[in-house]
């Protein structure tokens, strides 16, 4: 019953297989990571983005993609923050200030219809430079430059004055390409310890822009320090008064536990007294990237007799043409749907949670040590 | 496109409920003996907050469970159970393959008999731990969740726990992520508590998830709160006045005294909180640079009680 190709390999099963080594290809690996990171995205919106290579066309592949991108990278990182840059009629503009509102980012990328003429590397390196130079040393400084043209048009030499200075203020740039590799944006990635990607098809656009979700290594020394945030907590009142970020009145808000003024969302920084206002959620949402789940190994269906059932949703294995996993913690076996939704959104994995691997678990101890400390 | 969607949105009103009950030992026979302690007090009726044992707890929900699957004839439904230690369906059967759409009376029984046998397996396991696992069961759902939702696109998910327990602190990291999950893919998370305490991480969980925190007050009244604020789908909830909660505690709990700080430090590195400035971070062990000495003198200035207690960080953890 069970079908195979020539090289006696079932083929259905090798194209599952092929897709989920895609889509969890993250280093697992316990590095220092810039868990607070400041990013400028840059786009390039010159002429070039007309070009219907991608489908439907370079532009609507890249808005897609790039909203995507922006809900992902606020869902994996809530306490960093973003800004977009666009660069085209061989100009730089920054669309969108450095925040952590998505839809603002989101709204603005969609409001900038207008390709037009040549992008400048240069001017739009230096923008992200004068936006990223302000933030404070902690943070991790990066730069996601997608430039979709084969030219540039630069005011002086970049890398006389450009590079130097980013390397100074230790921004890591990354190029994400459309179309083919510039020696310079090469050169520019390697000097900034950053990448530099070309892309194959949509598909691979996308799987490229997400790998950037995990927040990278921090580069050499770190100045680490620690940070006076505010938890607010919500209130909603019968009266409705004036929010401080947008001078609306609101009936409910975080009140900042320093000055008492209203903000409407979370995280932010206090425009009043500029502490920088968090909720506990947004924090223990970034411990994933600090204690992550092992990476379940394949399970050979032939190993047991009876039908084997997904732990988590109870799939059972009716036909042989599906993929099992099982956890090298507790030992309990996952459909592949379970296993990509385990690794890529839950962050937990159910029969662990279940204390099934109570006696030789380092790795949760630790996690629930810090977990202690946040109870509320 | 996007109008038809809208049309489709109105038309299929299938839902998907998965109940989360609470079925811990130790918190139903407080219960017990709350209650009799209650009776034998004289003004137990003035007091306005009624309680109610596990058995009739169970009725209302079956009634509640048989209303919503009568609701719509596509309606689906899962019971999970959080018990100590231990998360685990008891609708649909996990030994059983693939059930068929069974009848209401099955279900009915199927939870019933589930429930019977629960009782027994708890006392004979001995934990020393008696907060139920709470965080297994959001990911259980989650991932049943996610398989139905690839089987039946169009239905409407949304999750309904029924709490009796306090908060188990050390699941707060993974219940997060559960509710993290759930807010990325608009599942709303209903909660009910029958506790007479607050649940800040259902607070929080509802808060997020854009869905409703109801403590009742008249618990013997339960189905009556069950069907007016949980049955309803969440298409209808957009024209109906859903109770809202006046105030979500967001505040944390510094790591080194667990006290629950308003203002508190951060450690850059591994994210860890502390209520006081000091010169390196216990959990990581990474010595902070001095460079953020003005914070710390204003803090002291305002807050000279916060440095009382000297600091033993030396036997923490490090990673």
């Known amino acids: 019953m069970i079908e195979e190709d020539e090289k006696g390999l079932r083929p259905s099963l090798q194209e599952e297989r092929k897709i989920r080594d895609r889509r969890l290809r993250h280093d697992d690996k316990r590095v220092r990571r810039g868990m607070q990171r400041h990013l400028c995205l840059v786009l390039d919106f010159s002429k070039t983005l007309l070009l219907q290579d991608l489908k439907p066309s370079r532009y609507h592949c890249l808005l897609s993609t790039c909203e995507a991108f922006i809900k992902e990278y606020f869902d994996q990182n809530p306490i960093s923050q973003l800004s977009i840059i666009i660069t085209k009629n061989s100009k730089a503009e920054k669309i969108s200030e450095l925040s952590g509102n998505p839809s603002r980012h989101i709204q603005a990328m969609k409001d900038s219809i207008a390709t037009e003429g040549e992008p400048s590397i240069q001017n739009a390196l230096d923008v992200a430079l004068s936006t990223l130079c302000y933030v404070p040393k902690y943070g991790s400084r990066e730069v996601i430059f997608i430039s979709s043209s084969l030219t540039s048009c630069d005011p002086t030499d970049i890398q006389k004055t450009t590079i130097p200075q980013l390397q100074q203020e230790q921004i890591r740039v990354s190029f994400i390409h459309l179309a083919a590799e510039l020696h310079i944006c090469k050169f520019i990635a390697e000097h900034t310890n950053g990448s530099s990607k070309v892309i194959l098809n949509e598909e691979h656009f996308q799987d490229t822009i997400m790998l950037s979700c995990q927040p990278p290594p921090s580069m050499g020394k770190v100045e680490a320090s620690l940070v006076e945030m505010g938890f607010p907590q919500r209130y909603t009142s019968t009266i409705p008064t004036l929010c401080i970020c947008h001078e609306k009145f609101k009936y409910s808000g975080y009140i900042c536990p320093r000055c008492g003024s209203k903000s409407c969302e979370l995280p932010t920084d206090c425009q009043i007294c500029n502490l920088s206002l968090v909720s506990s959620p947004h924090l223990a949402r970034s411990y994933h990237h600090l204690f992550q789940i092992p990476l379940f190994q394949e399970f050979n269906w032939r190993d047991s007799d009876s039908i084997i059932k997904c732990f988590s949703c109870l799939l059972p294995s009716l036909n042989t043409s599906q993929l099992y996993f099982s956890c090298p913690r507790c030992h309990q076996v996952f459909c592949l749907d379970c296993d990509l939704l385990i690794h890529e959104s ?3 994995c159910p029969g662990c949670e279940n204390n099934f691997d109570q006696s030789h678990n380092n790795d949760n101890d630790n996690n629930n040590n810090n977990g202690n400390g946040n109870s509320h | 496109m996007v109008i038809i969607e809208s049309t489709d949105e109105e038309e299929y009103d299938t839902s998907l409920l998965v109940i989360i009950v609470d079925t811990n030992i130790y918190s139903w026979g407080n219960r017990i003996l709350q209650m009799s302690n209650k009776t034998e007090s004289t003004s137990s009726t003035k007091l306005g907050s009624s309680l109610i044992g596990f058995n009739t707890f169970v009725e209302h929900l079956m009634v509640f469970i048989n209303l919503h699957l009568m609701l719509n004839q596509e309606n689906q439904i899962a019971v999970i159970s959080s018990q100590i230690g231990e998360a685990r369906f008891l609708f649909p059967e996990p030994h059983q393959s693939q059930s068929t759409k069974s009848e209401q009376k099955s279900i009915q029984n199927i939870i019933l008999g589930k429930l019977l046998h629960l009782d027994t397996t708890i006392k004979e ?6 907060s139920s ?3 297994a069961a959001l990911s259980l759902s989650l991932c049943y969740i996610n398989r139905i939702k690839k089987e039946v696109p169009i239905i409407r ?12 602190s050390s ?14 893919q608009s599942i709303p998370l209903d909660t009910c508590i029958l506790s007479q305490q607050d649940s800040t991480f259902l607070q929080q969980a509802s808060h997020l998830t854009n869905g409703i925190y109801l403590k009742p007050q008249r618990q013997e009244n339960l189905s009556q709160y ?14 109906l006045q859903c109770p809202t909660l006046k105030s979500v505690d967001y505040r944390a709990t510094c790591f080194c005294h667990k006290r629950i700080v308003d203002i508190g430090f951060v450690c850059s590195v591994c994210l860890s909180i502390f209520c006081s400035y000091s010169s390196s971070c216990s959990t990581c062990g990474t010595k902070f640079s001095l460079k953020i000495e003005i914070p710390k003198s204003r803090k002291s200035l305002s807050q000279p009680s916060s440095q009382e207690q000297p600091t033993n960080n030396k036997d923490k953890v490090e990673y």
């Open chain 2, 133 to 135: 696992n709470f965080s």
């Open chain 2, 171 to 184: 699941q707060y990291i993974s219940v997060m992520n559960c509710i993290f999950s759930a807010q990325k």
């Open chain 2, 125 to 130: 396991t001995n934990q020393e731990s008696t």
């Open chain 1, 346 to 348: 839950l962050h937990n």
């Open chain 2, 157 to 168: 998910p949304r999750i309904f726990v029924l709490n009796i327990s306090p908060d188990a």
């Open chain 2, 226 to 239: 069950l069907i007016s604020t949980f049955l309803m789908d969440t298409y209808s909830r957009k024209l």
